[in-house]
């Protein structure tokens, strides 16, 4: 199995902070990670898709990068919606697999 | 608009069987390259990938459950289900329905609480 590993795992920031969240993978996965916000009681949303495309209707101050094993998850200015926990996933082969998740919380 | 929406009881016993259903609505389960998923998150943890279905019909497991879990699908329904075998404690969480487009899971249903208790 391909394994996930996000960091940090919990993370305090304020509104109209930039944030980073990294993820990493146990082997190469090309491009195919993917990132999901979760809240509280809900199903995790879809942020980033191919490691780098936004999906439809996300707001532009999300963004993902990278490749191979290495990848990144920036939020350009925090808003008060954001907060949130954060997971990356990868789609190279089964089993799927996903981080343990980043918890950001508000400062 | 594509929605999912699980369906089952919340309360199984140990040993016995866990049964969900997703009922699929703005898109045909039977029709396109995508992937009919099952995913859980226990209490207060991660989220963990249980396997999926495609629509030609073949089946990927979690290897942790493989020995348990049949995941089939009713194109005449459009609808697919998942089975869980010999539950214990450890298989209490929320069970997430979703569509995989073999690349990105792009929509989800809103989840259901299994507690597995005698």
């Known amino acids: 199995d391909i394994q996930m590993t996000q960091s940090p795992s919990s993370l305090s920031a304020s509104v109209g902070d930039r944030v980073t969240i990294t993820c990493r993978a146990s082997?190469?996965?090309?491009?195919?990670l993917n990132w999901y916000q979760q809240k509280p009681g809900k199903a995790p949303k879809l942020l980033i898709y191919?490691?780098?495309s936004l999906q439809s209707g996300v707001p532009s101050r999300f963004s993902g990068s990278g490749s191979g094993t290495d990848f990144t998850l920036t939020i350009s200015s925090l808003q008060p919606e954001d907060f949130a926990t954060y997971y990356c996933q990868q789609s190279y082969t089964i089993p799927i697999t996903f981080g343990q998740g980043t918890r950001l919380d508000i400062k | 608009q594509v929605q999912l929406q699980e369906s089952g009881p919340g309360l199984v016993k140990p040993s016995q069987t866990l049964s969900l259903t997703c009922a699929v609505s703005g898109a045909s389960i039977s029709n396109g390259g995508f992937y009919s998923s099952w995913i859980r998150q226990r209490p207060g943890k991660g989220l963990e990938w249980v396997g999926h279905i495609h629509y030609s019909g073949n089946t990927y497991y979690s290897p942790s459950l493989k020995s348990r879990v049949t995941i089939s699908m009713d194109a005449s329904k459009n609808q697919f289900s998942l089975r869980l075998d010999s539950v214990t404690a450890a298989d209490t969480a929320v069970y997430f329905c979703?569509?995989?487009?073999?690349?990105?899971?792009?929509?989800w249903g809103q989840g259901t609480l299994v507690t597995v208790s005698s």
């Open positions: 979703a569509r995989d487009l073999g690349r990105e899971i792009d929509y």
């Open positions: 082997h190469s996965i090309s491009s195919y």
């Open positions: 191919a490691a780098s």
